[in-house]
């Protein structure tokens, strides 16, 4: 039986473990709950949550009572399990962004098994910080958005990979298993991908081997009922939604043939990922550049490279591009980049670690100086910029976050004060110093920002117009994510312009547009309202009632 590989690093990490996993919790609470739905992508999908929790249908997603079938349930399902059990006293939306909470925590576990399986016992720590430690996760991974099941479901599929030379049986459940969870996160991709890495792999010799083809043979039915069931419900269902989820959804948006908008260019990810994944790409690239082509073939570089280039390959090619979708990438490039503090210059190493320290330091002074213009209006006139800025704001002194936020400023200066010395120590203080500043942001400043982002108050003053009675609301150019704020907010369910015969029915519409330009629905209407999110000066939303009813 092949054993774990050792690497010449330490055989513990610099500070105690228990500081580790604090640090993770840190990373992982803040901005979960405390603030509404964000526009786009976390507004449309509690809008599912929503109607999956109203209507209890897990085969057809529901999104203010219409089909929606861009994606599976299982984020969906995931989240209505969740917000059912910590709402109340949660309020619904954030129990069910805690889920997004629980995903992470996964895809930490699954992301520290593989390090440990490749590099080590002592690496699957490192490897975690790693992740933890990439700019572009730190928004996303706080967001309810089916990537983030999507990334546990990479993470256990690689997990399964790294783990299949040593116990087959068990690689293989969890690469099925990852392969599920992929697949019912976000379609196709997370079975293509894994499908054609599956393939290449036997191209080097530590798969090439009757223990691989076990752990394949055992990924099949592993991953059999989260590739089967729900597909075969959603097509017994209902056949047209069926070919809409997997021709439009999933083919369409890859080859370009749905209405999605131009397409991003194949080097849009090699546009972000210097940002996006750093510091991990750097790093990686040193790992590579110091093995040459030496251990180019060995398990520990050639499982992440040939996974990230893979990867990196579909998502270039498909013709719908994001910066969350980079997500799987970071992932890899957290793995190939574990090993580089081995061989990372004194130089290099000092000038990561001073940068956090000096960079992190002069974040903390700022954070708290534009804290005390927000709340206490000292300096006078940054509060009066700032809340001209979001002018629905209400400030003032609040004791939960102030304590929240000066326990994650002196929790940073003590954990820098007990670091060691070592080869690790500028990751854990990059680390640190990213948790640090996540904390301070999400605690302090998110209410100022949820006011912004949040469609609640518009909607409220929305209500106060609407007749005591009426038929229904058509609409008009209005978006998913606002469609589902308004049902959750004010149990208002809009009739789509397509609907011709339900819009002659309604003498209501409502209109998204711009400040700049009104379009006035034709025929007899009059305009009874008109609004905006605090703050923002481009969308207008703009309400109509019919005259000659």
């Not at 030496?294 to 050639?302: F, S």
């Not at 820098?416 to 999400?442: F, Q, Y």
């Not at 912004?452 to 609409?475: E, F, H, N, V």
Request: glycine share 8%.
């Amino acid at each position: 039986m092949s054993q774990r590989p050792t690497t010449p690093g330490v055989e513990s990490p610099p500070i105690a473990l228990a500081w580790i996993w604090i640090l993770a919790a840190a990373w992982i609470l803040p901005g979960l709950v405390g603030h509404d739905p964000w526009k786009p992508d976390e507004a449309y999908t509690f809008g599912l949550v929503y109607s999956l929790l109203q209507n209890g249908d897990w085969v057809v997603p529901m999104l203010a009572h219409e089909p929606f079938v861009e994606k599976p349930p299982l984020f969906y399902l995931s989240a209505a399990a969740i917000a059912s059990i910590f709402s109340p006293p949660i309020a619904l939306h954030d129990a069910a962004r805690l889920t997004t909470g629980l995903y992470m925590a996964l895809t930490f576990a699954f992301i520290a098994g593989a390090a440990r399986e490749l590099y080590g016992a002592n690496r699957g720590w490192l490897a975690m910080l790693m992740l933890m430690g990439c700019l572009g996760i730190l928004v996303r991974s706080h967001q309810l958005i089916t990537d983030i099941s999507l990334l546990t479901g990479f993470a256990a599929g690689f997990y399964g990979f790294a783990v299949a030379l040593r116990r087959p049986a068990l690689g293989g459940f969890w690469l099925g298993t990852g392969v599920g969870i992929g697949f019912l996160s976000k379609g196709l991709l997370a079975p293509g991908v894994f499908g054609i890495t599956a393939a290449l792999l036997p191209l080097y010799p530590a798969w090439r081997t009757r223990r691989y083809a076990l752990s394949l043979a055992v990924a099949a039915p592993a991953c059999a009922p989260w590739l089967l069931i729900w597909p075969f419900a959603l097509y017994n269902q209902a056949p047209a939604l069926f070919t809409e989820w997997l021709w439009v959804n999933n083919f369409g948006r890859f080859l370009g043939t749905s209405e999605i908008g131009p397409p991003a260019g194949t080097a849009h990810y090699l546009r972000i990922l210097p940002w996006y994944a750093l510091p991990a790409l750097p790093l990686a690239a040193w790992t590579l550049w110091r093995a040459r082509l030496k251990n180019i073939l060995e398990p520990p570089l050639a499982l992440p490279l040939t996974g990230f280039a893979v990867t990196f390959v579909v998502l270039s090619a498909s013709a719908d591009a994001r910066e969350l979708y980079a997500l799987p990438l970071v992932l890899t490039l957290a793995l190939l980049a574990t090993p580089a503090t081995d061989t990372l210059r004194r130089g290099v190493a000092n000038l990561i670690y001073w940068f956090s320290v000096m960079g992190g330091g002069v974040f903390v002074i700022t954070a708290w100086f534009y804290w005390s213009a927000l709340e206490l209006a000292i300096p006078p006139k940054l509060h009066a910029h700032l809340h001209t800025l979001q002018p629905g704001y209400g400030p003032g002194f609040k004791w939960l976050p102030f304590t929240l936020a000066a326990l994650y400023t002196a929790g940073w200066i003590a954990l820098l004060l007990r670091l060691k010395k070592s080869r690790e120590r500028p990751v854990i203080a990059w680390t640190a110093t990213m948790t640090m500043i996540w904390g301070l942001l999400a605690i302090l400043f998110v209410g100022w920002v949820d006011v912004g982002k949040s469609y609640r108050s518009m909607i409220a003053d929305l209500q106060k117009t609407l007749p005591l009675q009426y038929r229904c609301i058509a609409s008009h150019n209005l978006g998913e994510p606002q469609r589902a704020m308004l049902h959750y907010f004010a149990n208002i369910v809009t009739y789509r312009g397509n609907n011709p015969a339900r819009q002659r029915d309604c003498d209501l519409t409502l209109v998204q547009g711009v400040a700049s330009e009104e379009h006035v629905p034709l025929g007899p209407w009059q305009k009874i309202w008109e609004g905006a999110r605090p703050g923002d000066n481009v969308e207008r939303y703009r309400l109509y009632r019919r005259t000659d009813l």
